[in-house]
């Protein structure tokens, strides 16, 4: 198995042609990255919990259609299917509303952490999302612990959203516990209050030892820290229409280029590594946001090269 992604899979209910209508879309962060690896090529596996209900048999059917392997195949009778409502403004960005009262991706739990999962795959990722309540923080803690321990590649996207935790301080306490098992961190340029602003990246990154961490610019690219140097990788110019999703898509294509390099373990990662995946995920995302809709689009590896070689 090439990547394991754990977290929330949910609906997202973006807007419809007319006023006050939503159309249902797959999405979640986690389930996104699963996704876009597997249309990548990769062998994928997603590990979260969804309800047992008609929104948990469409996810569950969305995971196989793209052949990405479901580690909690039962579907939970405890809470129902998360639900995001997104509002659109203009130039693409978004907001959301969740309904998470629970939902059933918080229900993710140690238990559901086996070992013999971690020891098949080359790389974890997760998201904060699911630090925000238990027991799930505590199987996101457990799981990134003994991926870390075990040499694997441990992947993290901050993935702020004030509408779950409605208080950056208590998110930002709960991703400092994970920091020291993640070897490859997501920003937004909204979210530099999780590492002390951009002039303290570097240090930030050597007191948790990470070893690659990206600062995403929006329709600008991304910016990358690495080993004490940085560097802008500028994005593609495109109309876009719903930004559903594309970081996702770009963080997606980030992975995969790593792992489609063959990249075992953070010493084989090198600054052209770094590079060479930043240009093929600004590339991913810049797909993505010409359509509506997260999972429906995510790009292939096919249409990324496309893109890539003009």
């Known amino acids: 198995m090439d990547i394991i992604c754990m977290g929330e899979m949910l609906i997202d209910f973006t807007p419809g042609e007319t006023p006050r209508s939503y159309t249902a879309n797959p999405g979640g962060a986690p389930a996104n990255v699963a996704i876009a690896a597997a249309r990548n090529g990769l062998d994928a ?39 995001a409502f997104v509002t659109l403004y203009e130039g693409g960005e978004r907001s959301f509303t969740f309904a998470r009262k629970p939902g059933a991706d918080i229900l993710l739990s140690e238990d559901d952490i086996k070992e013999k999962d971690i020891d098949s795959c080359r ?18 803690y457990k799981a990134m612990k003994m991926a870390s321990e075990k040499g694997k590649l441990v992947s993290f996207d901050i993935n702020y959203r004030d509408m779950i935790w409605h208080d950056r301080e208590r998110c930002k306490k709960e991703v400092e516990k994970i920091l020291p098992f993640v070897d490859l961190l997501k920003i937004s340029d909204e979210e530099l209050y999780f590492v002390g602003g951009e002039e303290n990246i570097l240090s930030f990154m050597e007191q948790n030892g990470i070893k690659v961490l990206i600062e995403t610019l929006g329709a600008k690219g991304a910016k990358y820290f690495f080993e004490g140097k940085s560097g802008i990788v500028e994005g593609r110019s495109v109309h876009a229409v719903d930004a559903t999703g594309a970081g996702d898509a770009f963080w997606g294509g980030f992975l995969s280029s790593i792992l489609m390099d063959g990249i075992q373990n953070t010493e084989a990662i090198t600054e052209e590594v770094v590079k060479k995946a930043l240009v093929y995920g600004n590339t991913s995302g810049s797909i993505c946001v010409q359509k509506m809709g997260g999972i429906p689009a995510l790009p292939s590896k096919e249409d990324i090269m496309k893109v890539i070689q003009g």
């Open 45 to 83: 596996a997603f590990l979260g919990v969804l309800g047992n209900d008609d929104f948990g048999r469409l996810l569950q059917d969305t995971l196989k259609q793209d052949k990405v392997r479901m580690l909690c195949p039962q579907l939970t009778d405890k809470a129902v299917t998360t639900l």
């Open 123 to 140: 790389m974890l990722h997760g998201g904060s999302v699911s630090l925000s309540d238990s027991p799930s923080k505590d199987a996101v």
